[in-house]
């Protein structure tokens, strides 16, 4: 296979490899645990939280308003989260970058926004309720190390899908993966050389 097919045009390794993307799905893993556990006992299935540093911190945070402002509690919806980062992080293939530019967008809009909810989350702590959670802090840490890497393959889909329209292609088509192989293009932000 050539290696415009295997990595991006202009790049120096696969976004797309699979040593690239089961470090995202296993911290998506832990998250969903954490969030799954932390879902248990918002839900009343489990009477204590474990806090180790914070003392009744936990408690307070999940019991809060703040996270029962959806019909579901904030960390069910966190749990659920973290299960679509997973997925959408092994499905398809080590090409998918440009075979199926839809299925890491979604990947990217999953795991970017839960980031984003989560570092909001950690700043409401001490700001609303003066205390804090450690398995949120936990939860918040892993949605921040997943962004960089999943925000790596978004780029290079996003690089594909506007080689498709420089050379005048339907970029619905190649948003798809039914445009066909790539073609060696500039990296996104380089202009083309004559």
């Not at 019991?63 to 579901?72: C, F």
């Amino acid at each position: 296979m050539s290696k415009w097919k295997d990595a991006p045009p202009g790049w120096s390794y696969n976004p797309a490899a699979w040593s690239q993307r089961l470090p995202i799905v296993a911290l998506a893993l832990v998250g969903t645990a954490i969030a799954t556990y932390l879902s248990l006992f918002q839900l009343g299935i489990v009477s204590t939280v474990w806090e180790p540093f914070f003392g009744g911190g936990s408690r307070t945070i999940l019991e809060s308003k703040v996270s029962y402002i959806l019909p579901v509690p904030d960390a069910v919806l966190g749990a659920l989260s973290y299960l679509l980062d997973a997925v959408t992080g092994v499905a398809g293939s080590r090409q998918r970058w440009w075979t199926r530019p839809w299925l890491v967008i979604v990947f990217g809009v999953a795991v970017g926004p839960l980031g984003v909810i989560s570092v909001i989350l950690v700043i409401l702590q001490p700001v609303l309720f003066n205390a804090f959670c450690t398995l949120c802090l936990a939860s918040a840490v892993v949605s921040v190390a997943m962004i960089g890497p999943a925000m790596d393959e978004v780029l290079a889909s996003l690089q594909y899908l506007k080689s498709a329209r420089e050379q005048g292609s339907s970029v619905w088509r190649a948003f798809w993966g039914l445009k066909g192989s790539p073609v060696p293009a500039q990296p996104l932000g380089e202009g083309s050389e004559s």
